[in-house]
């Protein structure tokens, strides 16, 4: 398996313009988490989604932020409009069955000028 | 709300001088207790997960222990392959399978 894949792996973007950041989990996987890392509060939850269901979004910031999950296999992460605030680094992780071990993907960072 | 605390920030060994890092937690129901290495500009790597009050687990010159209030990870004649971020997060809440992380403990060995 290629382990959870994230793009684009950098994106260097202008305040106001819109951010789409793209997840494809494990496959089997039935629970999908994005994250976000900053070196002031560290790896924080923003969502999590159950067999393609939002199930926890308590971690997204405000409105500016929507995530999707079409199918099983893709989730998508936008931003808009974005902010110099969002610059960090985003991850994607899947878990599944026989265990809760969240495998992660190697991260997107966003950089918000 | 779960809470997970790290220590220390940050750790410098010499090539083969043993240390523990520890992770101290808060948590409503544990469900799981995970370790993972992070290594520069990668994502989290899955070390160990810990379900209850005993347990311990090895891997290489690493080792994780669990009790009711904090995990230690156990660093046994480390290699400057050992360098990098190690992290500590919580499963737990009443079901929430989200992750809580701590701040992590930057580890360095020098040769």
């Known amino acids: 398996d290629a382990g959870v894949i994230q793009s684009p792996r950098h994106e260097v973007t202008e305040m106001g313009q819109e951010v789409t950041l793209r997840c494809k989990p494990i496959s089997g996987h039935d629970y999908l988490f994005w994250y976000r890392q900053t070196m002031m509060r560290g790896l924080e939850l923003l969502i999590y989604?159950?067999?393609?269901?939002?199930?926890?979004d308590s971690g997204m910031p405000e409105d500016r932020f929507s995530a999707k999950m079409p199918n099983a296999s893709f989730s998508t992460l936008k931003i808009q409009p974005s902010e110099p605030r969002d610059s960090a680094v985003y991850f994607c992780?899947?878990?599944?069955?026989?265990?809760?071990?969240?495998?992660f993907g190697p991260g997107t960072r966003l950089t918000v000028l | 709300e779960d809470q997970v605390t790290q220590s220390p920030e940050a750790l410098r060994l010499q090539e083969g001088e043993s240390s523990s890092l520890n992770c101290s937690y808060t948590?409503?129901?544990?469900?799981?207790l995970f370790w993972y290495r992070q290594d520069p500009g990668k994502g989290p790597e899955f070390l160990f997960t810990?379900?209850?009050a005993g347990e311990e687990k090895e891997k290489e010159r690493l080792k994780a222990t669990l009790t009711k209030k904090e995990s230690f990870l156990h660093i046994t004649a480390p290699k400057p392959e050992d360098s990098a971020t190690y992290l500590c997060a919580v499963q737990g809440s009443k079901g929430r399978r989200a992750l809580t992380f701590g701040s992590g403990t930057r580890l360095q060995v020098q040769p």
């Open positions: 948590v409503s129901g544990l469900r799981g």
């Open positions: 989604f159950n067999n393609n269901v939002p199930i926890d």
């Open positions: 992780s899947s878990g599944g069955p026989p265990t809760d071990t969240q495998y």
């Open positions: 810990l379900y209850s």
